[in-house]
């Protein structure tokens, strides 16, 4: 019997590329926080023989290239998360395209082969973001979060929860992109992982992954490197933050990777959409 696919996916960035670290008023000299994060989440992924994607900051393949590699040579998928994790509504357009383009130029040049997904930091988008992303040969997002609307967070735009054509979700969208949506808890409609997971804790992760497969849809679930390890206390980053970082999230990490679910890399969603032969959405062609 074959299991329900299921992704676990990385935002591989440090604690220091957090927007709630870069508005905060004090500073930590302790670099790459979060690094350790990495190695954990690799264990884990090879203890329950799973893979998974690393959407990277670029700039992380400049500093710390062995890491980016060893990601890929573990069998993982290296995405894109931007090169220097800043919001892309907040950039000009030149200077988002340049956060697309150099990220994706060196990851790929670190892992030696082609970078293809991409996710944006804070599920922030940019103007026109699906017609940049394909016109600079990318060929799927993970930027959507089908969520309620949350006073100064995101959300209440989009519903799609399952892998689609991302023409579906934004009809200027071409129609040769997939759009792989992030993990919500159905009727509640909060996402699964990101703060509510350390909010709510991981049964309510698992609860939710167990409620979307019985719909039939993947859950695809992301966590960051710094959210497992202990971080440094500084002034002015919000409690929220903070919340059960370290051992916990790396306890729930491997609860989640328990699951009865075939962990597979969002490239493996992203293909069931719009590999060749599969049903085009929606009527749009
Ligand atoms: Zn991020």
Request: aromatic share 8%.
């Amino acid at each position: 019997m074959s299991q329900p696919r299921a992704a676990l996916s990385v935002d591989f960035e440090f604690f220091t590329h957090l927007p709630a670290y870069r508005g905060a008023r004090g500073v930590t000299d302790r670099p790459a926080v979060g690094l350790g994060g990495v190695t954990a989440l690799l264990d884990a992924f090879a203890d329950a023989d799973a893979s998974g994607t690393f959407f990277t900051v670029g700039e992380i393949a400049d500093e710390h290239p062995a890491v980016v590699e060893r990601v890929a040579a573990e069998g993982h998928e290296v995405a894109s998360h931007t090169h220097t994790h800043r919001h892309l509504s907040e950039l000009d357009g030149p200077e988002r395209r340049d956060e697309l383009v150099r990220s994706k130029e060196r990851l790929s040049e670190v892992i030696g082969s082609p970078v293809t997904g991409f996710r944006a930091p804070s599920f922030d988008l940019g103007p026109g973001h699906f017609r940049t992303l394909a016109d600079l040969g990318y060929e799927y997002d993970s930027s959507i979060v089908p969520c309620r609307s949350i006073p100064g967070w995101y959300g209440g735009e989009f519903d799609a929860e399952r892998p689609t054509r991302a023409n579906a979700v934004d009809p200027a969208a071409p129609a040769d992109l997939a759009e792989v949506p992030v993990a919500v808890m159905p009727r509640l409609r909060l996402p699964l992982t990101g703060t509510w997971i350390r909010f709510f804790g991981v049964e309510y992760t698992i609860l939710g992954m167990r409620l979307l497969a019985r719909r039939g849809v993947p859950p695809v679930l992301y966590v960051h490197p710094w959210e497992l390890v202990d971080l440094p206390a500084v002034e002015g980053v919000p409690k929220r933050v903070y919340v059960r970082t370290g051992a916990y999230m790396r306890r729930a990490v491997r609860r989640i990777l328990d699951e009865s679910f075939e962990f597979v890399t969002v490239r493996e969603l992203a293909d069931s959409v719009v590999s060749p032969g599969s049903a085009p959405s929606e009527g749009r062609e």
